[in-house]
């Protein structure tokens, strides 16, 4: 079975989908591959049956997935190439509460900045620029490995989190980022998308480096923003 796991502050529905979703698009989960049972799927995310067939039901909704009654789920041959328009409709089903989660996530991000700034020179803000570089040095390939920027990008953005004086921000940002994974990830396969963010990821380290919290503040959240008015605004081909 894929490493899936239980996550935090997630619907049960929702982290079910979104790792079998992850499984499809790595590969874990080839076209013609069966589903771990729902008995399988309920031990490992700790839920129940309800819960387990909605996430489902998603999936084959989005046309990825084909219910056999009686032989179990399996990976639809094409998945691959229909993931996209799949994703698109993902983000049409969701965009209210994605919209939604951004605009919490881009005040955080605004406070995490804002407090970094304010901290000073530190181990943290150390950490925080080593995160960057770590992020533009997968960006630098021809082909990028789109689930490790994602990954990349969840950690930069903790670090700055980190590098402010409190503890909780950074746990509440790594909590919300675990809701965002999905978009994240369509976000970053944009044409141009991922030498933006790196831009936009340096202009808050050097904000942040300057102990400007305004300036770091302001550039957190407008990158924050930038995400969220383009999935307000996302319509799936027809």
Known sequence: MPGFQAGAWVSATQQIREQLLRGIRQGELAPGSALPSERELCEVFGVSRVSVREAIAGLEAMGLVSVRHGRGTFVRDGS???????????????????????????????????????????????????????????????????????????????SVARAGAGGLLSVLLTDLHGLLTESRLITLARPGQVTRSADEHQAIVDAVLAGDPAEAGRRAEEHVDRGRRWIAGFRAPA
Do not use: I, T
């Open 80 to 158: 691959a190439a229909r993931y996209e328009d799949a994703f698109g409709r993902y983000l049409e089903l969701h965009r209210g509460q994605l919209v939604e989660l951004l605009a919490v996530r881009g005040a955080l991000d605004r406070l995490a900045a804002r407090e970094a700034a304010a901290n000073g020179p530190s181990e943290q803000a150390e950490r925080m620029v080593e995160a960057h570089r770590a992020f533009l040095d997968a960006a630098a390939v021809p082909r990028p490995d789109f689930d490790r920027l994602a990954e990349l990008d969840v950690a930069f953005h903790v």
